[in-house]
């Protein structure tokens, strides 16, 4: 580990020894111990989360090294403003929070002509209308999760998200991953509750009719 | 809309029933229709099958990226050396920006030029610092600008603000329900104007426009 002489003299004082586990330690103290100071305790924030964060930044930006790069700019930004966490949230609500507005940002940023798709357009205008659209009542021949292991399937699966708006993928990936009220999302995405309901819909729509197009499997439940 | 399921679920409100965000009474209102609608269970386990398929995916995703990607066991190094860098003033091989950092890592445009000024904050400074007092010497050692306009009937000022070599001699006169202030300029050259003259108010149009 590359470490600055300040770092490695303040590891040898650190609060967390080498045989006290940071799993027994719970995020405040962490974060306090961090904003004291201590890299080390900071680390194991990272440790703890980066996993996380990285599965929640690549499923907006759909791409691994700007996912990466997504993450780690959360961490430096994080660790720069630690001072300011209040703990009235988790400290992975807060870092979340800091990862999806990064994210957000660089497919703001990259793709700004690309992916103004019908549904949204139709989702800004009236936020809790969802037009015509209508759920399929269909499911796959196979659970999805399990067979995701089958490369045919996950190509399938990452087809399908890719081809979903930017903002349609932001909404699904942070109820999927996160499991985010609409109230938190549209706090994040900076937009209406309605307009969450909205890219939600239509996110989960187009993703379960591409899916049945890409995999072929159909199969009513009811019948 | 055709959402609307046969028993009356509306998909929107299905979505809503699968995600918690219903009320407690909207909740079992819900489930109480699904039990009775094979169309809407089907449409409800499909959600779920969305879900499922999104979450499996990004973690077989991340534990491929993990695998696979030297820069994601890299990451904490690089994220130490900039937390590092930030802490401390940047030595010359430290303050290129370090192989990770791309596009895509920048927070727009407003963040690049802040972090520019964050990166250059000594040079600004230096820059800011020398050129105030450039304008000083100009102002004290520069030509005087010499203020030759009329003001009248309330016309807007307009020109270059003046710098006297001495103060102008200012005059108040008491005149029919008003009042008025001439102020007079000294010229500096014989071929320069004298005066200008600016009314300062009038009580009868005060009056009129003031409700006290």
Same mark, same amino acid.
């Given at each position: 580990m590359l470490l600055h002489p300040k770092v490695n003299k303040r590891l040898e004082n =650190? *609060?967390?020894? =080498?045989?006290?586990?940071?799993?027994?330690? /719970?995020d405040l103290e962490l974060v306090d111990r961090a904003r004291a100071g201590d890299e080390v305790a900071f680390r194991a924030l990272f440790e703890r989360y980066h996993r996380r964060a990285f599965s929640l930044a690549s499923g907006v930006v759909r791409n691994r090294d700007d996912a990466l790069d997504v993450v780690q700019e959360a961490f430096i930004k994080a660790h720069k403003h630690?001072? #300011?966490?209040?703990?009235?949230? *988790?400290f992975y609500t807060w870092l979340y929070r800091i990862v999806m507005n990064l994210a957000i940002d660089h497919i703001r940023r990259t793709k700004?002509? #690309?992916?103004? /798709?019908f549904n949204d357009a139709v989702g800004h205008a009236e936020s809790d209308s969802v037009g015509e659209e209508s759920l399929v009542p269909r499911v796959l021949d196979e659970n999805p999760g399990r067979s995701l292991a089958r490369k045919e399937m996950r190509e399938h699966i990452g087809t399908a998200l890719s081809e979903l708006s930017d903002n349609h993928r932001a909404v699904l990936v942070m109820r999927e991953l996160?499991?985010?009220s609409y109230e938190e999302m549209a706090q994040t995405m900076g937009c209406s509750k309605g307009t969450i309901m909205s890219r939600l819909f239509h996110a989960r729509r187009n993703m379960q009719k591409r899916l049945l197009e890409l995999m072929g499997g159909e199969k009513d439940l009811g019948a | 809309m055709s959402a609307g399921s046969k028993k009356g679920v509306s998909d929107m409100e299905l979505m809503l029933y699968a995600d918690g965000e219903l009320s407690t009474d909207e909740s079992r209102r819900v489930a109480a229709r699904l039990a009775e609608d094979p169309d809407a269970r089907l449409k409800l386990e499909s959600l779920r099958q969305v879900g499922e398929a999104v979450r499996t995916y990004t973690e077989l995703e991340t534990d491929r990226a993990e695998a696979e990607l030297p820069a994601f066991a890299d990451m904490w190094q690089r994220i130490e050396r900039r937390i590092q860098a930030n802490g401390r003033a940047p030595a010359p091989d430290e303050a290129a920006p370090t192989p990770m950092r791309s596009k895509a890592a920048a927070a727009g445009w407003w963040a690049g030029i802040r972090r520019w000024l964050e990166d250059h904050r000594g040079h600004v400074l230096t820059g800011a610092f020398s050129a105030g007092v450039a304008c000083a010497l100009m102002l004290a050692l520069g030509p005087r600008v010499r203020v030759v306009e009329r003001v009248r009937d309330g016309a807007p000022v307009v020109g270059t603000p003046a710098v006297l070599r001495s103060p102008p001699e200012v005059e108040d006169l008491e005149v029919y329900e008003g009042s008025s202030t001439i102020l007079t300029i000294e010229p500096e050259g014989s071929d320069d104007s004298a005066a200008a003259v600016i009314w300062i108010s009038d009580d009868r149009e005060a009056k009129k426009e003031s409700p006290l």
């Open positions: =650190s *609060s967390i020894r =080498s045989n006290e586990a940071a799993d027994d330690i /719970d630690i001072g #300011k966490f209040e703990g009235t949230s *988790s700004r002509v #690309k992916n103004v /798709d996160e499991g985010l | -």
